[in-house]
C-alpha cells in the first residue's frame, strides 16, 4: 500500500507568450484606467493562440515540469481539471494528453469539471483515489481557457480571464502534504457565472454576486480550515489565493488580517487563470530552496459557486 | 474519521418512458431486424424530453432513491459522471443538481467527465474522496443523454443509445464494499468515440476499432482483477458488465467462460445508457432479498478507451 504521505512533488507551468492589452481594451468598452489596474488588477491577459487547445496547453505545462525531473516518474493516473475541453467534451480531454504524451497503458485517465475551486478540489480528490488504488506518482492538469468562451465585448468578463496550464506530479515523495480541507457549495447563485448560447457558447458573469459570496464565506471558511488543522492565522507563511482580482485578494487579506507581505496579488501581467491561479503560484514557491515556507494555505472559489480551502505542510 | 467500510449502499434510477423503435429506424437506415435485435441487441431505446436536461435526469434519479429511504442520509459531497453537462458546461451540472435539490451548503460538489467506464470508474474516485476528507455519503449520479448528441440518420450510433440517470448512496453503511480495480488507457484510438462540430455537437463512432479494443483487453482486464482480488471466475455470483451491445457482453461471457446464468444482457429496452447501465443492473441486484449475490464483478469499457473493471462484495 502507498505510504499516509502522499502529496504534492513538483509543479510544471505554461502561460502562452501572447498578450492582450487590458488598458486598451478597457478604454473600447468605458472602463477607466483606474478600474482596470488598481480594481481589476490585470493589466495584461495571458493569450493562447486560437488553434491551442486545452490539450496541447497541457502538453506545454508537462514539458516545463518534465525539465525539472531527473528520472521520469513511472505514472498511475492523470487528470486534467477543466470546464472548457477538447472536442466537445468526448472524449475526456485526459485521454488525449494521454495520447500526446504518448503515455504507457495502465494508467486511469479523467477529468474534473471544476472551476476555481479546481485545483485544491483536484488535489484532494486525486490524492483519495491514488490512496485508494495504491497509486504512487499522478498529474493532475489544470487548463481553462476561457479566452476560448469570453466575448471580447462583455465588460464584465473580457477584462478578467488570462489563458494559463499547470501540471502538478502528487507522488509519495512528496514537498507539501494537505491538511484538512474545508469546502463549500452555494448553488443558490449558480448561475453567477455560466455559459450561455449566445448563439456560441459564451461566458455570462455576475460580478457582483461573485463578490458578495467570496466576501461572505470565504474568510470564515479560511479560519475555520486553520482551526481544524489546528492552526493560527500567523503560522502560515503564505496565503495562495485565488487571483480572482486584486480587489477581491485585498478584500480577503484585509477579512483575515493576514500580513500584507504574506498574502499577494501575482497574477497582474497574466490575468485569473482560473484553476491554475493557485498551482502557479505554487510552482514558485517550490522553487525557493533557501528557508521554503513552512506552512501554506490554499483558497479557492467561484464556478458552482464553491470555495474550497486546504492547508499545505512541509514535509522535508 | 470514517471507517474503512465505505461503500455502495443504494441505488436509484430514472428511465424516460418513452421509447425509440430501432427495428423501424433500422428500416429507413438500412439494417436488417436480425442486425438490429441480435447483434446490437436493442429493440427499444430509452428517449427523454427535449427539454429535459442532465440535471433534471438526475433529479429524476434521486427522487427513486429518497423513495427507498427511510431517514435521509446527511450528504457530505456529490458528483455527476456525464460528458453532457447542462447549459454547456459552467457551472459543473453538480452544483446544479445541488440547487435542484435544495441541499446545505457543506457539501463539496464536483463533475466527473467519463463515458462507460463512469461508474466503476466514479464509484473508485468518490471513496477515496471520503475517506480523505471524512465523509459518510456521498451521492454518485451518472446521467449521459447521447439523445442530445447522436444524429438520427448516423447507422453507427442512431440504434446504439438510451437515456437513463441514477444516482448511488456511497455511504459508511454499504451492502457492497469495493475489491481492488484494474483500469486500463488505450488512447490510441480515443477518437474511437468522439464529438465533433458538424455543425452542431454530433457523435461519431469506429464500432470497430471499440470492439476490437474490448475483445482485445477486457477479457484479460476481467482476469486478472479476480487474480488480484484472490478470486476465481466460478466464485462471482453475478457479472454486472456495461451493456454496450448484445454481441458484445455475449463475447465478453464466452472470453471468460462465464456460466451464462451469471452475465445477462438486460438493456434490450433501453438501450446502451453509457455510464448509467452498470447501477442499472447494481440497483436490481440490491433489491434481491432473498440470498442476495455475495461477489460482483463490474466492467465498464469505452469512451477514452478505457476499461475500469473492479469486485463488490456483501458486507451484510
Not at 27 to 53: I, N, Q, Y
Not at 72 to 82: K, R
Not at 116 to 142: Q, Y
Request: proline share 4%.
Amino acid at each position: 500500500m502507498v505510504n499516509n504521505k502522499l502529496g504534492i512533488e513538483k509543479v510544471g507551468c505554461y502561460l502562452p507568450s501572447a498578450r492582450l492589452d487590458t488598458l486598451e481594451l478597457g478604454h473600447k468598452l468605458g472602463a477607466t484606467d483606474g478600474f482596470v489596474s488598481k480594481k481589476l488588477g490585470f493589466t495584461k491577459l495571458a493569450r493562447k493562440p486560437d488553434c491551442e487547445m486545452t490539450s496541447d496547453m497541457c502538453v506545454s505545462a508537462h514539458e516545463d515540469f518534465a525539465e525539472q525531473c531527473h528520472i521520469h516518474p513511472e505514472i498511475g493516473c492523470l487528470a486534467v481539471v477543466t470546464q472548457n475541453p477538447d472536442a466537445g467534451g468526448i472524449p475526456h480531454t485526459s485521454s488525449i494528453v494521454h495520447q500526446k504524451l504518448g503515455l504507457s497503458k495502465r494508467i486511469a485517465c479523467f477529468d474534473i469539471s471544476l472551476g476555481c475551486t479546481g485545483f485544491v478540489h483536484g488535489a484532494s480528490i486525486m490524492i483519495g483515489f491514488m490512496r485508494e488504488n495504491g497509486i504512487k506518482n499522478g498529474l493532475l492538469f489544470t487548463a481553462d481557457p476561457y479566452s476560448a468562451v469570453v466575448s471580447p465585448s462583455d465588460r464584465d468578463t473580457a477584462l478578467l480571464f488570462g489563458d494559463g496550464a499547470t501540471c502538478t506530479l502528487i507522488s509519495s515523495n512528496p514537498k507539501y502534504t494537505l491538511g484538512r480541507s474545508r469546502y463549500l457549495t452555494d448553488s443558490k447563485h449558480s448561475n453567477a457565472i455560466r455559459t450561455i448560447d449566445n448563439p456560441r457558447r459564451t461566458l455570462s458573469m455576475n460580478g457582483s454576486d461573485v463578490f458578495r459570496f467570496v466576501a461572505k464565506h470565504v474568510p470564515r471558511e479560511i479560519n475555520d480550515c486553520l482551526y481544524e488543522n489546528g492552526l493560527t492565522i500567523d503560522q502560515i507563511d503564505r496565503f495562495l489565493i485565488h487571483q480572482g482580482s486584486k480587489f477581491i485578494v485585498e478584500t480577503l487579506a484585509a477579512a483575515i488580517h493576514a500580513e500584507p507581505s504574506k498574502i499577494a496579488f501575482t497574477a497582474e501581467t497574466t490575468g485569473n487563470t482560473v484553476s491554475s491561479s493557485i498551482p502557479l503560484m505554487l510552482a514558485k514557491v517550490l522553487q525557493e530552496e533557501t528557508a521554503p515556507p513552512t506552512n501554506l494555505l490554499l483558497a479557492g472559489f467561484g464556478v458552482g459557486l464553491s470555495s474550497f480551502v486546504t492547508t499545505l505542510k512541509r514535509s522535508k
